[in-house]
């Protein structure tokens, strides 16, 4: 099985630009999660989607959204970028609906730096 | 609202010597609690996971972790620590019955261990 693939891996943008990060989830999984991990801390949930739908979302602003794809594919698209905005994205996969706590599947993340 | 707090910034232990990778956490509800590991340019790699039953959980490369109820921890150990586990842990929390933003995991800071040889 195939786990989880972002990309690109590396990006740099300047502030006020929009970037587009791609996920590809591990296979049989339905459900994508957006993390931002900023240089020295822990992950911070962005959003989740299910069945191509937001069904949950962390302290972001709207600026930060998504799509989920048939194929369960994924993307982060963030507007108006912000020197805050650099960290590492992480997407993740799970299968949702298994009993006992779905365990996350991450990619490898890509590493956004605005300038 | 759920949080997880690593106390421990840095923890450094000797090869051969068993480590202890501290966790505590918040939730209104009932916990699901995880472990990943994150090694240098790499996403998170789950460990193990608390769900139920047994307050002694056993995970990937010999990790173990101890759920306590009352002092609402969840502690990582392992007996014999190797140089190649050195990383950065992170503690994980789900309230089992978040629904919503609720069904996210929430992270500590994370732990970075050094295994010296």
């Known amino acids: 099985e195939t786990g989880v693939t972002q990309s690109p891996t590396h990006l740099i943008k300047t502030r006020g630009q929009q970037v587009t990060l791609r996920c590809s989830s591990q296979?049989?999984?339905?459900?994508v999660s957006w993390y931002q991990q900023a240089l020295g801390q822990g992950p911070q949930f962005i959003f989740q989607?299910?069945?191509?739908?937001?069904?949950g979302r962390g302290n972001f602003p709207p600026r930060f959204s998504g799509l989920q794809f048939p194929n369960y594919s994924s993307e982060l698209n963030v507007n108006a970028l912000e020197l805050d905005d650099s960290a590492l994205y992480l997407c993740?996969?799970?299968?949702?609906?298994?009993?006992?706590?779905?365990?996350?599947?991450f990619g490898a993340g890509s590493r956004l730096t605005v300038l | 609202a759920q949080s997880v707090a690593q106390p421990e910034d840095q923890v450094n232990v000797a090869e051969g010597n068993p480590l202890t990778v501290k966790c505590t956490y918040s939730?209104?509800?009932?916990?699901?609690l995880f472990w990943y590991v994150q090694y240098p340019n790499r996403g998170l790699q789950f460990l193990l996971k608390?769900?139920?039953?047994?307050?002694l959980v056993k995970g990937s490369y010999g990790f173990e972790a101890e759920f306590n109820k009352s002092q609402t921890s969840f502690h990582l150990k392992k007996p014999s620590a190797l140089v190649s586990d050195s990383a950065l842990y992170f503690c994980a929390v789900r309230d089992i019955a978040g629904s919503g933003s609720a069904r996210q995991l929430t992270f500590g800071s994370g732990t970075q261990l050094t295994v010296l040889p």
């Open positions: 296979s049989g999984h339905n459900t």
């Open positions: 989607y299910y069945r191509e739908e937001e069904n």
């Open positions: 939730v209104s509800g009932n916990p699901y």
């Open positions: 993740a996969s799970s299968l949702e609906g298994t009993r006992g706590g779905n365990v996350l599947t």
């Open positions: 608390y769900i139920t039953g047994d307050n």
